[in-house]
């Protein structure tokens, strides 16, 4: 079982950046496809980037396509979120996921195809 632990979060302003890292534990990342996701109150978890095994594919949602970027370094059994040109409605708590899958978006989007999620951490984008 690997397990995840999220980083990073806090309070930004709009227009800022922020990185969030997600370290592993148990296993080694480079069998897994990796994902982010966010939660904003009152709302359903929603997809926001993807991540292939060796890294080298990505997948993203539209609100974030341009802005965000996933990484991952294998060595250091850890993925990356950089966020970009924030946006109050960015606002919301961001979890990290592991899957054995990988595929096209449709696939990546569903939280389904995940079997390991972290805790999460709280992303605020003050206007």
């Known amino acids: 079982q690997v397990q995840l632990g999220e980083s990073g979060g806090g309070l930004v302003q709009a227009g800022g950046s922020r990185r969030l890292s997600c370290a592993a534990s148990?296993?080694?990342?480079?069998?897994?496809?990796m994902g982010w996701f966010r939660q904003a109150p009152g709302k359903e978890r929603e997809f926001v980037a993807a991540?292939?095994?060796?890294?080298?594919?990505?997948l993203y949602a539209d609100s974030v396509k341009g802005r965000f970027t996933i990484s991952k370094d294998n060595a250091e059994n850890t993925v990356y979120l950089q966020m970009n040109s924030l946006k109050p409605e960015d606002t919301a708590a961001y979890s990290c996921?592991?899957?054995?899958?990988?595929?096209?978006?449709?696939?990546?989007?569903?939280?389904?195809?995940?079997?390991?999620w972290g805790q999460g951490t709280q992303v605020t984008v003050s206007s």
């Open positions: 996921a592991a899957s054995t899958r990988w595929g096209f978006i449709e696939t990546m989007q569903k939280t389904q195809t995940y079997f390991s």
């Open positions: 148990g296993r080694s990342l480079s069998s897994y496809s």
């Open positions: 991540i292939s095994w060796s890294g080298s594919t990505s």
